[in-house]
């Protein structure tokens, strides 16, 4: 992508400028209004370069960071200039994930299920960075079984971890975001949308997030508050390995070795399209499917 870079006379004259790009190295500029000159052409080459130091200044808390969607978003949300505060329970992750930061990153011991543990993951954020812009909620379990004969503790282990600790967290964090005039992303699913067999309980906590979600966009948006909802397909991440029921996990596994599944660094690549909008614009919802995917 070519763009004609500020300061420059096309720019700082007011003049329009017709741009015909052969190449990035050589493109062929008229100018019309009776003004001559030369003009620089700054050139962008990738979507990373574009998105380079967009979030320079902000504070994001990601929760889930130890593996998978969460620590692809939190290097992501790194590279594109925040700084970054990382929650998970398995701690010993976070250290190799700040060695692979961009830039700064803070980890925290962090229990969504827990709500003084998401109070203090907040407070710790904010006192260490001393702002607050970004909550990206990516905690998460799925242990998909049939109704019939599941484990309810299972269950219990899904409501409170994907929803309850996705509430506490935006509870915990809402004060401060109403104050940055920040953004909240939700990373749900495409069960969400769509309930199956054997993921009631799962479709269930993610059909509340959808829920919980667009009340609180409705109730925070007029004051510059933008809410996020990822509903990410098929990801090759270790969600499915925890799922207890052998049958279903091997069906889990037979899906992905069917398909070209997503991987975490997609759905960190819409996280950050979505937060580096222009603040009048609020994706407020992505459908991340595999091309492959047909559910």
Known sequence: MCTLAQGDPAVSLGVRVNVTVRSCSAPSVTATGG???SYRIRTTNSWEEYVSNALEGKVVLVTGASSGIGRATALALSKAGARVAVGARRTDRLKSLIQDASGEMLALEMDVTVRRSVNDAVAATVEHFGAFDILVNNAGVMLSA???GSDITEWVRMVETNLLGSM???HAALPHLLESKGAVVQISSTSGRTASAASGVYAATKFGITAFSEALRQEVTEQGVRVVVIE?????????GHITDPTIQAAAKSMAESMRTLQPEDIAAAVVYAVTQPAHVAVNEILIRPTDQTR
Request: proline share 11%.
């Open 232 to 240: 990410p397909g098929f990801v090759s991440t270790e969600l499915a």
């Open 146 to 148: 049939p109704i019939l």
């Open 35 to 37: 003004v001559s000159g």
């Open 168 to 170: 506490y967290t935006v």
